[in-house]
């Protein structure tokens, strides 16, 4: 294929990067001399841990900043980007990059419209994994690679699974409009699609035809056994329901991808152009993702709502110490005559005694 697909542990793993980038900076300036270089803010270098982070649970966040580190000193930068650290988990996790690799320039420009397929259909749906890089530099045995980050979910839906496999299936759909026939390149596309859609079938029950029924065996016990837990006719049911709906994600990917041409055609050359792309370039072809404007929109509706309460809580503080003022000016009004009163009282009686 051309994709790989790594899950998530953005929170725990954030504090490990952390630690283990300073200690190689610590190790480097002892062995290598080169800590000098990469003296950056502990802000910003956190800032790319994070956003690194969750990639580095898989890579080991110890040897993803090592890696980094020299590849930055390799480049004689000053401080470790995150493109740094990106290399370095491709390097980790895909191996080295194969420069020797003969790649006519046709080949290039199939891959570049698979991974850009794979990136406009995951960018495009909602309950997709959001992109974090795709490149067509081969490494391993892979000719290109699209990086997502996977939100942390426990439990997913038939709507998300649906997703989840137009997106699988957005580079082969992208083959097919844009040249017109179909490669050898999603061979792990397909593999991992087919798993799922039998998975959905006769696992998790969301077929109508199959029912909820579910043939998974927790203990193990069914790989030992001759027979399959179903007839003949509720596995023709199976194939066929597992069909129809990777049929129906295929469909879903052709219809993101028609209606946005302009994109994928736009992201696909920047591709041939820089051979590596990020959300930041994505972002500005297609715009954010509709997740991330309504999660800004709730945000903002929250901030909007505390400020309303704080502003009120403020103006009825504020009444209630204009109520206690004139209390206390009144009583201060009715102090003052009373004492006026009996001055006048003291007058008049020493007025009206004689004198002698």
Known sequence: MIERKLFQDTFSALHASEKSIQEVLAMSEEKKNTAARFRRPRRALLTAAA?????????????????????????????????????????????????????????????????????????????????????????????????????????????????????????????????????????????????????????YGMSEKVGTISYYDSTGQSDMALTKPYSELTAQQIDAEAKNTIAEAYAMAAEVLRSHADGLK??????????????????????????????????????????????????????GKKEVAPAESRKDEEKISGTAASAVSDGKSSAETPEV
């Open 51 to 203: 956003v690194m982070a969750s990639l580095c649970v898989c890579a080991g966040a110890a040897n993803a900043g090592n890696e980094a580190a020299l590849i930055a000193a390799r480049h004689n930068k000053k401080y470790v980007s995150r493109e740094d650290f990106l290399a370095a988990i491709d390097r980790i996790i895909g191996g080295l990059e194969r420069k020797n690799k003969i790649i006519s320039d046709e080949e290039k420009r199939v891959i570049a419209y698979h991974e850009a397929g794979h990136a406009t259909v995951s960018w495009i749906l909602e309950n997709a994994s959001p992109l974090i890089k795709v490149t067509i530099i081969p490494r391993g045995k892979s000719l290109g690679a699209a990086w997502y980050l996977p939100e942390e979910r426990q439990i997913t839906t038939r709507e998300q699974m649906m997703d989840e496999l137009a997106a699988m299936l957005g580079g082969r759909v992208s083959e097919q409009i844009n040249f017109g026939e179909v490669s050898t390149g999603a061979l792990n596309d397909l593999e991992r699609a087919t798993k799922m859609a039998y998975a959905m079938v006769a696992y």
């Open 266 to 319: 736009e992201l696909a050359e920047l591709l041939l152009e820089r051979e590596v792309v990020f959300t930041e370039d994505v972002e500005r072809i297609f715009g954010k993702r509709k997740k991330d404007i309504l999660r800004e929109r709730k945000e903002a509706e929250q901030k909007a709502l505390a400020e309303r309460k704080a502003a009120s809580g403020d103006a009825e503080e504020a009444a």
